[in-house]
């Protein structure tokens, strides 16, 4: 018998992602979100959820088996914003 906690109830796919990404030993981080697509056996592309990047602002960089995207955007502050979690 199971027994489930009354505040849980729904949160079933968050908590199984969080304890994926507690035990995992890679370093990576899987966000932004991201499609991975297999165009043929030895090509694929990526497409990522950047809103508020310039294709220029963006680096990709591969180093072996590694593939690294990574990006800068200067900070705009804007008047009365207390947390940004959008770019504008």
Do not use: W
């Not at 968050?14 to 370093?27: C, E, H, R, V």
């Not at 990526?46 to 900070?75: M, W, Y």
């Amino acid at each position: 018998m199971e027994r489930h906690l009354s505040f849980a109830v729904g949160f079933d796919r968050t908590f199984d992602a969080l304890s994926i990404m507690a035990n995992s030993k890679s370093q990576s981080i899987n966000y932004p979100p991201y499609n991975i697509r297999k165009v043929s056996d030895e090509k694929y592309t990526i497409e990522l959820a950047i809103a508020g990047f310039d294709e220029e602002d963006i680096d990709v960089e591969v180093q072996g088996e590694t593939l690294t995207i990574s990006g800068k955007r200067p900070n705009e502050a804007s008047e009365g914003l207390l947390h940004q979690g959008l770019g504008c």
